[in-house]
């Protein structure tokens, strides 16, 4: 089973409005990213901070849930977005490598040209929620394959 995943920059307040959205990318600035779990999620906060793995997952814990087989919704903590709107090109390439090398991305099997393009999505999309003041958002919906 796969993950269709939006990760959107929108208002604190539309939570709830990006949980009850079929397709988050049609209403909010926002890429898509399929079968970026929690996981790899938090592997990148971890490579970006330097934090343990399970004190990061912690900070994820999801902001709206719609059932079972709904969608959840987590929030980007503040100081990730920062770092990732912050990073520049040498960065951003350094951080993809880095990234394409850890273990849930290797057992995913991601080719490591779509690791750094997503690491340049993200911070594209960090540097407009930012001038925004705005935060990032990642709905996640199970695929019924």
Known sequence: MGILVNIVCADEEEVEAIGESQHPVVEWSGIEARDVDTAKIVTLHCLLTGDGLEDAF???????????????????????????????EEAIERVGEELAATEEFEMSGWPAEEVQSLVEELSELARLADSQGQAMFVWMHPLLT
């Open 58 to 88: 912690y900070t994820y814990e999801p902001v709206y849930v719609a059932g079972d087989e709904g969608p959840i919704v987590l929030r980007i903590p503040d100081e990730i977005m920062e770092k990732l709107a912050g990073l520049d």
